[in-house]
């Protein structure tokens, strides 16, 4: 933010409020939208089966289908990385 006198300007460019501002999306090197992280640490990445309950804690991560151990966040990012390979080896070349 900058100061003018005793006024703050916002560094938006049309002066709207920073609080209303939401950068785009990332984009991958294909130009196609990378997806969001939606029920990625819900999935179980040994079986696959997705469910609300599969998340007892913040932090955990147990499978009600097949009983999967794990971090919630592992879970998360090895589910969000097996869909950036499948989407690089779907784009066409």
């Not at 804690?57 to 999967?68: I, K, M, N, S, Y």
């Not at 794990?70 to 070349?93: C, E, I, M, S």
């Amino acid at each position: 933010m900058r100061r003018l006198g005793s006024t703050v300007r916002s560094p938006i460019p049309d002066g709207g409020c920073s609080c209303r501002y939401s950068p785009p999306r990332r984009k991958g090197r294909t130009g196609g939208d990378v997806g969001g992280p939606r029920h990625t640490s819900r999935r179980c990445p040994a079986c696959g089966h997705t469910a609300k309950e599969n998340r007892p804690t913040q932090e955990t991560f147990h499978c009600q289908a097949c009983g999967h151990h794990a971090h919630a966040d592992t879970v998360g990012a090895l589910n969000v990385l097996r869909a950036g390979l499948a989407r690089r080896q779907a784009a066409p070349a």
